[in-house]
Structures are given as C-alpha cells and as structure tokens.
C-alpha cells in the first residue's frame, strides 16, 4: 500500500516521495526582463531542502506579451536558459524532479506587461468594464510554438519536464470554458483543441523521456465532461495530471469526499478515470492529511503550498514524527508580499536553527 514516503515513477524517473510542491503562480523575482535572480534560485533551493520528491517551478511566461506580472520569470528566449537551469539545479540539488510550468496569462496579462491591443483571450470577453479581444487564428498558432519552445529551453535548462498551465482562468483554461470560449472556428467547436496542439507540439520539441504535465482545471464546465477531457489529455500523451480549479465554480455532479476542499476533491474525482498519476492540491494542512491520500488512494501525489512555504521543513519532520509549523492562515497571503514577512516561515527558520 502507497503513503506518503513511498516512491513513484514517471517516464523512467523516480520520485523519491508523493509530496509535491506546486507553482504558486509567480513570485515575481525576476527582472522586466524574465531573467531568473538569485533570489528565484535560493527560493528553490530552501524548498528543495525540505524534501518534497516533486517540485514544480512557477508560472513561468511563454510570451512576454502575456506575463501575469512585469517581473514574472520567463521562457520565451534563449537568454532564459542559463537562469533557469539554475533553478532546476537548485530544485535537483534536494533529490526532487524538477518540472517548470509554461504559462500564458490571456486576459489576466498584467496591463503593465503588454499593451492593451496585445492582450486577447479565446472570445471576444468583458471583464471588469472592458473587452479583451479575441485572439486570431495567427495568435493561436503562434501561443502553440511559444508552449513548444518554451519546453525545448526547460529540457535545455536541465528540467526533467514542463507542466502546462491549462488551469487558473489563464489563456488555456479561458480557452476550455464555455462562459469564454465561443469561438466559431475549430478552436470553439472542440474547446480542448488548442491543449491538444499544444501537447503535440511539445512532444514534437522534446526527447521522449521528457515528462509533460497538465496543470488541468476540472471543472470547466462539469465534472462530466473534465472527465472526458482527463482521457482525451491522457490519450494525447500527458504524463501526468496536477488537478485544479479552472474558470467556472465548483461543478454540482461531483462525488463528494467529506474532509477536503472542493478544490482538492477534483483531483479524487479524476484519479478514478484516468491511468496517469494524479496530484491534487488545497487545504491540504498536515502531513497527515496528505498521508491519508496517497494511502487512501485518492491521489497519487499529495500538494502543499501554503504549508511547505509556511514550513519547508514539512516532509523531514513527518519522517522525524517532529511537529510541523502549519500556515497561519493570514487573510492575505504574506509570503507573496515578502517571504521575509510570513509569521509561520520565521517561526519555522527559528525551530530549525536550534
């Protein structure tokens, strides 16, 4: 029976536990430019020395024309490369695979990352009293090649894969959702199709044992169809599916499991229809909590972000039987602010240095 600290393997590479810590979108350390820093790279490392066996680098823009911030960290050029292989050697140097999320923003692109007539979505689509535009078949092809070189510069950059970002309300979720998406041509009457082209284009730019990932968001727009399209992802060739919320609410037809967020429970709903390894994601607290999952079999992998940024530490001191220092639960997330202002993590750094 799996649990937490037992190993898996993806594509012939063996993740030494099921924790994961996920992209929590982008911390913004990078420059204007997209360049990594060193402070991306010591983030990494401090994350990777708690012991996670997956770790997934955040959003990092495929497009510098759709960046959810002016500082996100990019892969839309080769002067990307040697920053981030840096950071995949932080993540490498705690034992953890290193994936990268590739990322485009659609309509959530930051007003002061493009101009206003360089940001557009799968419809024409108003939000917040204006229309972002729809995106031209051009665009669409060209969103395709960026996910696809964005992927060669990960393998370059000495990633063991990507995880697309097909969840979040960004352009692929936007792109999945019927309330977004309705688009006369291919791209509307199949709404999976650019994932799809996507997924083949990558498989297309990166060696065979490269694993591709789906940040997917399954409820977009009922569990019945997310379901359909976990298989059809399945089927194009994704290795794994990091399951989350996309752009609709929680959908009604979803088997209910008492004890999790709606959020986490997606992902317990796809486990059970597809052959690939699932992760699922939010409010998962303690160790204990992310224990009973994987052994539970409800998910194969188990992830934490508020919890592992709170206390990195997490994994080591379930393994110790130590006490872990959990998120304190601020109404707005500090770490984003600061990391240097996150009340758990300098109580955490405290019991560490004793």
């Known amino acids: 029976m799996p649990d937490l600290l037992s190993t898996y393997t993806i594509k012939g590479k063996t993740v030494k536990n099921r924790l994961a810590f996920p992209p929590c979108v982008c911390f913004n350390y990078a420059g204007s430019d997209g360049l990594a820093t060193e402070r991306n790279i010591e983030h990494y490392e401090i994350m990777a020395a708690g012991g996670a066996g997956l770790i997934v680098a955040e959003a990092t ?48 692109t930051h007003a002061d990352a493009a ?14 009293d204006k229309t972002i535009r729809a995106a031209t078949t051009e665009e669409i092809e060209q969103v395709i090649k960026d996910f696809a070189m964005a992927s ?71 569990m019945t169809e997310a379901i ?28 209910e499991f008492d004890g999790y967020h709606w959020v986490c429970q997606l992902g317990m709903n796809i486990k059970k229809h597809v052959n690939i390894p699932t992760i699922c994601v939010f409010g998962i607290k303690t160790p204990e909590m992310a224990n009973e999952i994987v052994k539970n079999e409800l998910c194969d992998f188990a992830a934490a972000a508020k919890g592992l940024l709170a206390d990195p530490n997490w994994i080591v001191r379930y393994e110790k039987g ?33």
């Open 152 to 222: 060669a510069r990960a393998h370059k950059a000495g990633f063991d894969g990507v995880e697309i970002h097909g969840a979040h309300d960004y352009l692929l979720s936007q792109f999945l959702s019927a309330d977004v998406n309705k688009r006369n041509d291919i791209y509307g009457k199949n709404r999976l199709l650019l994932h799809l082209k996507v997924i083949e284009a990558i498989k297309a730019a990166v060696p065979e044992d490269f694993i591709i990932a789906m940040r997917f968001g399954a409820n977009d727009d009922s």
């Open 228 to 255: 359909e399209y976990a298989k059809e992802l399945e089927a194009a060739g994704v290795d794994l599916l990091n399951v989350s919320s996309g752009h609709s609410r929680k959908p009604s037809d979803m088997e």
């Open 61 to 108: 823009c495929i497009n510098k024309n759709g960046r959810l911030h002016p500082t996100q960290l990019g892969a839309w050029d080769d002067m990307h490369i040697d920053g981030l292989s840096k950071v995949s050697g932080a993540i490498h140097t705690g034992g953890a695979l290193a994936l990268l999320q590739i990322h485009h923003a659609g309509y959530k």
């Open 115 to 128: 101009k206003p007539e360089d940001i557009f979505t799968a419809s024409d689509y108003e939000i917040k």
């Open 322 to 354: 130590e006490t872990i220092t959990p998120c304190a639960g601020c109404e707005r997330c500090l770490f984003f602010t600061d990391g240097a202002k996150c009340p758990a993590r300098a109580q955490s750094e405290n019991i560490s240095s004793r």
